[in-house]
């Protein structure tokens, strides 16, 4: 990364958002611990793992992995791990096909998504809904669980009848007390799919093939579910999405899923999202389900990633004031000597004189405009030997703020430039974008830090 030698190698690892390999091996080990705990109890190595013991304070190697793993099973409590998947003759007469309708496609991500592209996706699918309707059942799902990452987690979907006269039908469930997003996903389309066949079993059966559209924002969920074949996990859930599709299938109907944008203010989908968002926050009547091998991985890798926030904490380092969160994900500019100059700033150690005159390789830190000393903040803020650049600069991110819904005139300052991931208020695409700016700044100063 073009890094000096003697750079912190705990702010390197932030900056490229790679986990310092004492805590990768700890994220490993507990994985293997993991691994263990779905075999069956009376396996031959859950029982050499229950008995393994330190000797003489020296570890050995399963003592060592039960030790590492410990957070994890603290967390984990009584809770059990979905046993392995073992290949059973649903999985092999399984073969009812289930088709993905994108219409979600090439309207960016949540993150990145523009108004224009809101707008789009809006109009998209509620034509969709238009169309259909009066001729095939449709079901909106969402799922939803109450932290980042996992927790209780909660789904949701709204059935939209064929009939005019008939009533919108809404159910929402809590389906664990630990699990992910995308597994709440896929949970809300089984409800979605399981409230179809109560819909079509009280309605006569007609004598033609029809289409149930299922309506998701989930890409992920859905490609669990098509390729369902070839998932490992989610064990539980898949066995009761297998059972609805073959119930499904005989009642006559053809399941599409539909991949629509999330977040596009589509009247439906808010519903169901809302109500999934609700009933994670009632946690009376949790169901003891099993544990997806899933959302254990999800689970130490927030364990892990909270190690290494604390232990980034504790380091004192510049780099540290610029990026206080790690787990970031930054980017670099393409060319080398720009993207070496990022990175050395972001260390606070580059060939700016004030640190060279640190290490003892310059006699002064004055920079040579006269005014100040040669540092990062009057590298980016102040130098007037860089008054032109900066002037481009300003205008660039002065652009940046007034496309997006112009938040005033914000004050320029060493963090904004270098990491504006810090600020909540930016989106991940401005974000970027104010970065290209720094970068062309870099370039256009024709100073190789
Ligand atoms: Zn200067």
């Not at 974008?433 to 256009?444: C, H, K, P, V, W």
Request: net charge negative.
């Amino acid at each position: 990364m073009g890094a000096k030698l003697h750079s912190s190698t705990d702010s390197l690892n932030v900056i490229a958002n790679v986990l310092p390999v004492r805590l990768r091996i700890q994220e490993l080990c507990t994985r293997d611990y993991m691994r263990v705990l779905q075999k069956p109890a009376d396996s031959k190595i859950r029982t050499l793992f229950s008995t393994a013991v330190a000797i003489r304070n020296r570890f050995t190697p399963m003592s060592y992995i039960k030790y590492l793993a410990r957070d994890f099973e603290r967390s984990l409590g009584n809770m059990e791990i979905e046993k392995e998947d073992k290949v059973t003759t649903d999985i092999i007469l399984d073969d009812i096909a289930v088709q993905l309708l994108p219409l979600a496609e090439d309207l960016g991500n949540r993150n990145n998504r523009t108004q224009e592209q809101k707008a789009e996706g809006k109009l998209r699918v509620d034509s969709f809904v238009e169309q259909n309707r009066g001729s095939s059942v449709m079901v909106f799902s969402d799922g939803s669980v109450n932290e980042e990452y996992s927790g209780v987690g909660g789904c949701a979907a709204v059935l939209l009848p064929i009939e005019s006269w008939e009533t919108e039908m809404q159910q929402a469930e809590v389906f664990s007390v630990l699990s992910n997003s995308t597994e709440a996903e896929v949970c809300g389309i089984a409800l979605a799919l399981d409230m179809a066949i109560q819909y079509f079993s009280t309605h006569q059966e007609r004598s033609y093939r029809e289409s149930l559209f299922v309506l998701s924002d989930c890409k992920a969920a859905m490609d669990i579910v098509i390729n369902r074949y070839s998932t490992s996990g989610h064990v539980h859930v898949l066995s009761r999405i297998r059972s609805h599709l073959r119930s499904l299938h005989s009642m006559m109907v053809d399941v599409v899923l539909v991949w629509i944008p999330g977040h596009c203010d589509i009247h439906y989908h808010d519903v169901a999202d809302h109500s999934a968002r609700s009933v994670t926050l009632n946690d009376d009547n949790i169901p003891s389900t099993l544990v997806t091998s899933d959302t254990c991985k999800k689970l130490i890798a927030k364990q892990v990633k909270g190690l290494w926030q604390t232990r980034w904490q504790r380091v004192n380092s510049a780099t540290f004031d610029i990026m206080p969160t790690v787990g970031c994900k930054l980017s670099f500019p393409r060319e080398w000597c720009c993207a070496i100059s990022y990175v050395r700033l972001l260390l606070d150690d580059s060939l700016l004189k004030a640190h060279q005159q640190r290490i003892g390789v310059e006699v002064s830190k004055c920079c040579n405009c006269g005014l100040g000393v040669d540092d990062v903040e009057h590298f980016l803020l102040q130098c007037t030997l860089l008054k032109d650049q900066r002037q481009v600069l300003k205008q660039d991110i002065q652009t940046v703020l007034e496309e997006c819904d112009s938040r005033g005139n914000l004050d320029l300052s060493v963090q904004l430039l270098l990491f504006p991931f810090a600020n909540s208020h930016f989106t991940d695409r401005e974000c970027r974008e104010i970065l290209s700016a720094t970068f062309r700044f870099i370039r256009n100063s024709q100073r190789q830090l």
